[in-house]
C-alpha cells in the first residue's frame, strides 16, 4: 500500500486520503487556506496532535460516546459556534469516532443552511465506515439515527496511526463492519478475512490499509448507486444495513449501554443470516462457516432478547419499514446481498422464535 492513497469521489464530490501520520498537518493545511476553522475533538485523542495553534483556528472537545447523539448535545454545540461567530466561510473539522462524526455532520449540515465539513474518523469503525458516504444524525427515544441528514465531507483523512490507542473492544467493533462488507458484496474478501483476521486484529498496518481500502471501495459501489437510500433492489444502499435491523433494534433496547454498535451488529448479522436461512436464502453450511468465523473472532453472536416481543416493537420503528411490514438486506451467499421486503411483524416474531 502506497503512503498516500487518494480516492476522488466525483459523485459526492468527497476527496478521501489514507495518510499516516498527518493529521496535524492536515490541520494547519486547512487554517492556510481558509478563514476560520473549528475543530471539535473527541477529548480522548484531543492530546495526541501537536499542531500549529493559528489564530484562526478554534478548538472544541467532547467527551464521546453514543449518548452524545442527541438533540440536547446537538443544541449545545450549534449554540456554540454560533456563539464563536461561525460564518459562511468557516470549515468543521470533526475529529473522532462515528459518534462525534454523526453528531457533527449534523451540525455541519445545519448551521448556517450548512457548512464546508471535512472528517478525521480515529476509529476502526469510522474509518471503514461512518465516515464515507454522508449520512450523520442523532438518536431520539424511539430508536437510533431517526434525525439527521444527508450530507458529504468536502475531504476525509484516514491516518491508521491513530488507531494505537484504540481498546481491543473498538477494534473488533469496526472489524464487524469490515465482515459486513465482505459478507454482502465480495467473496473472496470474506475468504481473505478467514485467513488474515488475527493480523488485522492486531493492528498489523498493511493488512489493515488492505482492508480499510477494501471496505471503502464496498461502501462507495453501494452510495454511489443510491446516495440517498431510495432503491428498493440490490444495488440499494440500504444493502449496507446487513446486520442492522436487528442490531439497531438491540441497541436502542438496551439504551444503548449494553452493547457498542459493532457489538449490536454482530449479533444482528448472525441473527439475519439466520432469518436467511430460514427463509431458503442462505445454505446452512454458508451459515455454519460465518458463525464459525465470528466465534474465532470472539465476536458477539447471541442476545437472548432477539427472542422477545419487545424487540419486535422496536424492529417496527426502523427507517427501512413502510406500512407494518419489516424489510430487511439479507444474504444469499457469502459476498452477495438481497433487498427482502415486506415481512409481516407476527411472521419475523415467528421466525425469531424459531432461529
Ligand atoms: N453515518 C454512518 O454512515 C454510520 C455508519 C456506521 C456507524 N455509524 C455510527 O457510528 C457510531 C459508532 O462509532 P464508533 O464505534 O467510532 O464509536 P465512538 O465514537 O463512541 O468511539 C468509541 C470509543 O472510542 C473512543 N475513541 C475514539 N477514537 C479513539 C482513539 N483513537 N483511541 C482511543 N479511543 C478512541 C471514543 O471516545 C469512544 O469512547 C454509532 O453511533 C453508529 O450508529 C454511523
Ligand atoms: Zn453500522
Redesign the pocket.
Known amino acids: 500500500m502506497q503512503n498516500r492513497l487518494l480516492i476522488k469521489n466525483k459523485n459526492l464530490k468527497t476527496e478521501i486520503i489514507i495518510r499516516k501520520n498527518y493529521i496535524s498537518k492536515f490541520i494547519e493545511e486547512i487554517a492556510n487556506k481558509n478563514e476560520r476553522v473549528f475543530c471539535i475533538f473527541?477529548?480522548?485523542?484531543k492530546n495526541?496532535f501537536k499542531f500549529t495553534k493559528q489564530k484562526n483556528i478554534k478548538v472544541f472537545s467532547i467527551?464521546?460516546?453514543?449518548e452524545?447523539?442527541t438533540i440536547n448535545v446537538y443544541k449545545d454545540l450549534t449554540e456554540k459556534l454560533i456563539k464563536n461567530n461561525v460564518n459562511r466561510r468557516s470549515i468543521i473539522v470533526a475529529i473522532?469516532?462515528?459518534?462525534?462524526?454523526?453528531l457533527v455532520?449534523f451540525a455541519a449540515s445545519t448551521v448556517l443552511r450548512g457548512l464546508d465539513f471535512f472528517l478525521v474518523?480515529?476509529?476502526?469503525?469510522?474509518q471503514v465506515?461512518?465516515?464515507?458516504?454522508?449520512?450523520?444524525?442523532i438518536?431520539t427515544n424511539f430508536g437510533?439515527?431517526l434525525i439527521?441528514t444527508f450530507y458529504q465531507p468536502k475531504k476525509v483523512l484516514i491516518d491508521i496511526s491513530?488507531?494505537?490507542?484504540?481498546?481491543k473492544k473498538?477494534i473488533k467493533?469496526?472489524y464487524a463492519?469490515i465482515i459486513k462488507h465482505a459478507l454482502i458484496n465480495d467473496y473472496s474478501f470474506f475468504c481473505w478475512l478467514e485467513k488474515n483476521s488475527n493480523k488485522l486484529l492486531n493492528l498489523n498496518k498493511s493488512f489493515l490499509e488492505k482492508a480499510i481500502y477494501k471496505s471503502i471501495k464496498i461502501k462507495l459501489f453501494y452510495v454511489n448507486k443510491d446516495e440517498k437510500e431510495i432503491l428498493l433492489n440490490n444495488n440499494s444502499r440500504a444493502m449496507?444495513n446487513f446486520g442492522h435491523t436487528i442490531g439497531?433494534a438491540i441497541?436502542s433496547h438496551y439504551n444503548?449501554k449494553k452493547y457498542?454498535?459493532?457489538e449490536s451488529i454482530s449479533i444482528g448479522m448472525i441473527t439475519e443470516a439466520k432469518i436467511s436461512n430460514y427463509l431458503g436464502l442462505l445454505s446452512s453450511v454458508e451459515l455454519e462457516r460465518i458463525i464459525t468465523h465470528f466465534k474465532k473472532c470472539r465476536l458477539k453472536i447471541y442476545d437472548y432478547i432477539i427472542k422477545d416481543k419487545l424487540l419486535i416493537n422496536k424492529l417496527t420503528k426502523d427507517k427501512k419499514n413502510y406500512l407494518n411490514y419489516i424489510n430487511f438486506s439479507l444474504i444469499n451467499k457469502i459476498g452477495s446481498s438481497i433487498f427482502y421486503k415486506k415481512l409481516d411483524k407476527n411472521k419475523v416474531y415467528k421466525i425469531l422464535k424459531n432461529i
Open positions: 473527541d477529548s480522548k485523542v495526541s467527551k464521546c460516546g453514543e452524545i447523539k473522532g469516532g462515528g459518534t462525534l462524526g454523526d455532520g474518523p480515529t476509529t476502526l469503525l469510522s465506515d461512518s465516515s464515507i458516504g454522508g449520512k450523520n444524525g438518536n437510533k439515527n439527521g491513530v488507531l494505537n490507542s484504540l481498546p473498538q467493533s469496526g463492519e449496507l439497531h441497541e444503548y457498542n454498535h459493532g
